[in-house]
């Protein structure tokens, strides 16, 4: 089945940074690779996505690259701030079976950056 | 605000009661999808509907089970409650069985099991 694995947190930070947070994914097919970010007491929300091998989704400063022969999606960011401070999750989701639509996360890793 | 509405924001409930939580889709999505955020298991997506009709369940236990109405919002409902299934419950949305359809996230429903 499908899987995602996170590096182990917590990530402690000052601001302006580098920010590597690693990805790696298990997966049947070419599922899409998305990054969500939660912050405090809040739903998640979509970060930035890659559907296909090469595609490098990028948003407010992070990017990440879909590289298909690793099978990684790490996240970076080149300076980050406090107001990054949250949950990040990895997921990815296959486009189609029994399970299309459904995404599946990594554990998630706590980033918290001091100014 | 993703235009996910989910209700109530938090609920506090004994073991053996039965609660349901309540999730509206942004304006135009037809698939609804739940997920339990619980702190020994992460994110994990518990079922889907599109239009009314179940199209992929996950890791969802027999003593859950969910809907998806007319109007398109759906309900999800949890029976016998056990101390293990106090966690955060969201709801997600989309406009269609896409994969490229992004899904958007609620607040979230916190439910503790005393």
Redesign the interface.
């Given at each position: 089945g499908n899987s995602v694995t996170q590096m182990e947190g917590p990530v402690t930070l000052s601001e302006e940074a580098f920010l590597t947070i690693n990805c790696t994914y298990t997966a049947t097919g070419y599922p899409s690779l998305f990054w969500y970010v939660q912050y405090p007491g809040e739903g998640l929300q979509l970060l930035l996505k890659a559907t296909k091998a090469d595609d490098k989704g990028s948003n407010k400063g992070f990017e990440a690259t879909y590289r298909k022969e690793t099978t990684s999606f790490h996240l970076e960011k080149g300076s980050v701030q406090v107001s990054d401070s949250a949950v990040y999750f990895c997921a990815l989701r296959n486009a189609g079976g029994t399970s299309y639509g459904k995404l599946t996360f990594g554990q998630g890793t706590i980033l918290t950056v001091h100014p | 605000d993703?235009g996910?509405t989910q209700t109530p924001k938090h609920l506090i409930t004994a073991t053996g009661q039965r609660v349901t939580l309540r999730c509206s889709p942004r304006s135009g999505d037809l698939?609804v999808?739940w997920?339990q955020q619980s702190l020994d298991q992460?994110?994990?997506?518990l079922i889907?509907y599109?239009n009314g009709e179940e199209?992929?369940k996950?890791n969802i236990l027999e003593r859950f089970s969910a809907q998806q109405f007319p109007d398109l919002h759906s309900e999800l409902n949890l029976s016998s409650l056990e101390l293990g299934d106090s966690a955060l419950y969201?709801c997600?949305s989309?406009q269609g069985?896409?994969?490229?359809?992004?899904?958007?996230?609620?607040?979230?429903t916190r439910l503790t099991v005393l």
């Open positions: - | 993703s996910v698939s999808y997920y992460g994110l994990q997506f889907q599109y199209r992929a996950g969201f997600a989309s069985l896409a994969a490229i359809n992004e899904q958007f996230f609620g607040p979230g």
